[in-house]
C-alpha cells in the first residue's frame, strides 16, 4: 500500500477483554516497530521486527502483550485480559531495507479505550 | 546512553514568522536524524530524514541541518503558517543497533 495502514482506528473494549490491533506496513519494508503512546505523553518502544530475525520484544510492558508478524508482513499485537491503564494510541512504524538508513513511517494508530 | 532534548518544550509565534527549532544528542554515533510533526490524535508524519554523513535536508519551507560533532541539529521553518501548529519531534537512529531514540517533542503554535 502506499502507507502504513493500521486498524481499528479506535477500540472500545470492557476490562478484561483481549483486543488485537492490526499494522498493514509500507510494501517491501522489512522493519517494522510497534510503539505506545499515553495522552499526552511521549513514545514507548514495545517490540521490532526485522526480516526473518527473532524480534525484540524488550519493550513489551507485561506477559499480557504480544505481537507476531506473518509473512514478514502484516503485524498483529495482541492484549490479553485488557486493563484501564493499557488505554493509549498504538503505533505502528516501518522503515526498509536490513540497514539503519530507512526512513521511519507511521499509521495513524490505534486508540484503544479500555473502559 | 544516548540522550535527546528538545528546546523549547513550547513555542508560540504569530503567523509568517521564521523559526529555528532545536533537537540535540548527547552521543555523536548516530546514523540518521529524522524530524517528525504529529497533529492532535493524529501518527507522526515524517518530514526530513537526514543521514549522518549528511549536513541539512530541505523540503519547501523546511530546512534541517546536523551537527554531529556539537550534538545538534535544527529544524527550521521559513514564513510559518497556522497549518504549521502541531507538535515537532526528532529522533536518533543508532549505529550500534535498530533503535531510535525520541526527544520529547515541540509543540508549536501559530498564531494567525
Known amino acids: 500500500g502506499a502507507g502504513v495502514s493500521q486498524s481499528p482506528s479506535n477500540k472500545v473494549t470492557e476490562k478484561g477483554k483481549d483486543v488485537e490491533l492490526r499494522c498493514d506496513p509500507i510494501s517491501g519494508h522489512t522493519a517494522l516497530y510497534w510503539y505506545r503512546q499515553s495522552l499526552g505523553q511521549g513514545l514507548e518502544f514495545l517490540i521490532y521486527?526485522?526480516?526473518?530475525?527473532?524480534?525484540?520484544k524488550s519493550g513489551l510492558p507485561s506477559d499480557r502483550f504480544s505481537a507476531e508478524r506473518t509473512g514478514g508482513s502484516v503485524s498483529t499485537l495482541t492484549i490479553q485480559r485488557t486493563q484501564q491503564e493499557d488505554s493509549a494510541v498504538y503505533l505502528c512504524?516501518?522503515?526498509?531495507?536490513?540497514?539503519?538508513?530507512?526512513?521511519?513511517?507511521f499509521g495513524e494508530g490505534s486508540r484503544l479505550t479500555v473502559l | 546512553k544516548q540522550e535527546v532534548t528538545q528546546i523549547p518544550a513550547a513555542l508560540s509565534v504569530p503567523e509568517g514568522e521564521n523559526l529555528v527549532l532545536n533537537c540535540s544528542f548527547t552521543?555523536?554515533?548516530?546514523?540518521?536524524l529524522q524530524w517528525f510533526r504529529q497533529d492532535p490524535g493524529k501518527g507522526l508524519t515524517s518530514l526530513l530524514l537526514i543521514q549522518s554523513s549528511q549536513r541539512e535536508q530541505t523540503s519547501g519551507r523546511l530546512n534541517a541541518s546536523l551537527d554531529k560533532s556539537s550534538g545538534r541539529s535544527t529544524l527550521y521553518i521559513a514564513a510559518s503558517q497556522p497549518g504549521d501548529s502541531a507538535t515537532y519531534l526528532c529522533?536518533?537512529?543508532?549505529?550500534?543497533?535498530?533503535?531510535?531514540?525520541w526527544g520529547a517533542g515541540t509543540k508549536l503554535i501559530i498564531k494567525p
Open positions: 512504524a516501518s522503515s526498509s531495507g536490513g540497514s539503519n538508513t530507512g526512513e521511519l513511517f
Open positions: 552521543d555523536s554515533a548516530i546514523y540518521n
Open positions: 529522533a536518533v537512529r543508532l549505529i550500534s543497533n535498530y533503535q531510535l531514540i
Open positions: 521486527f526485522q526480516g526473518n530475525s527473532a524480534p525484540d
